[in-house]
């Protein structure tokens, strides 16, 4: 599998790709992965703390998240984007449809041969927890969970001086939304402000900001580059999870 373009990370851009359903699954999600670093231009131990942290978010799916029977789900997916708070990472999120198989770190050492698990996550990335989703890529908008991870990115990532309109964000983030079910409205206001108006919740797009009221007396900002990032948080809030949960 060679990727023939890599989307505009730094712009607010994502990768999604569905993996196989079989034992291939990981070695797919390690290439896609490596191809995407390579692009990047990370170091080759960022590059390698990918991939062993991706090979188990992937074999994780295939082994406690595949439906029974066989072929009854969608398949895992891969996602790949750029967030620029808490700082400068790359965020790689395996997919699956098993919402209720969550993972659990084993807690045993990392050099048993059994009980390496989930804590490799934690030996070589930056931050990974899980949360629930919904597909990106199936035409049902499957809703399932996903194991992510976040990676460093150089200091001078240029998505961090990149300006956006606010306008063209808010009509991004509505799109995004849309195609994983959340039906909704853009509206504009005086001074550049635009709202995206959805079931429960308007997120409020001004001062270069996606902001929006997680719970009484507490307000979510994310940088308007951070579409793809806000749209995880905000799919979480909709599916009823606080958006205070680590980011996906």
């Known amino acids: 599998m060679v990727i023939s373009h890599t989307p505009n990370l730094a712009a607010g851009g994502m990768c999604a790709w569905r993996l196989p359903s079989d034992e291939s699954g990981p070695a797919a999600a390690r290439s896609l992965l490596q191809q995407v670093m390579t692009r990047l231009g990370l170091r080759r131990d960022v590059i390698e703390d990918g991939r062993l942290a991706v090979s188990e978010a992937a074999t994780n799916a295939l082994r406690h998240a595949r439906p029974e029977p066989l072929g009854s789900c969608t398949p895992p997916e891969l996602w790949i984007w750029a967030r620029t708070i808490p700082a400068p990472q790359l965020v790689v999120s395996v997919f699956d449809c098993a919402r209720g ?3 659990r770190a084993s807690g045993t050492g990392l050099l048993d041969e059994h009980g390496k698990g989930l804590g490799l996550l934690a030996a070589f990335t930056a931050e990974w927890s899980t949360a629930p989703s919904r597909s990106r890529l199936s035409v049902q908008r499957t809703p399932g969970k996903t194991v992510w991870f976040a990676l460093p990115l150089p200091s001078d990532w240029p998505g961090l001086n990149l300006e956006v309109q606010p306008g063209t964000a808010a009509q991004c983030l509505l799109l995004n939304l849309g195609e994983r079910g959340y039906s909704g409205a853009r509206s504009s206001g005086d001074e550049g402000v635009f709202v995206v108006e959805l079931r429960g919740l308007n997120v409020w797009v001004l001062g270069g900001q996606f902001r929006w009221q997680a719970e009484p007396g ?21 599916e009823g999870i606080p958006s205070a949960s680590p980011t996906p």
Request: glycine share 0%.
């Open 101 to 103: 198989a969550l993972p």
């Open 218 to 238: 507490r307000c979510v900002r994310r940088p308007l580059v951070d579409l793809q990032e806000t749209a995880e948080l905000v799919v979480r809030h909709l």
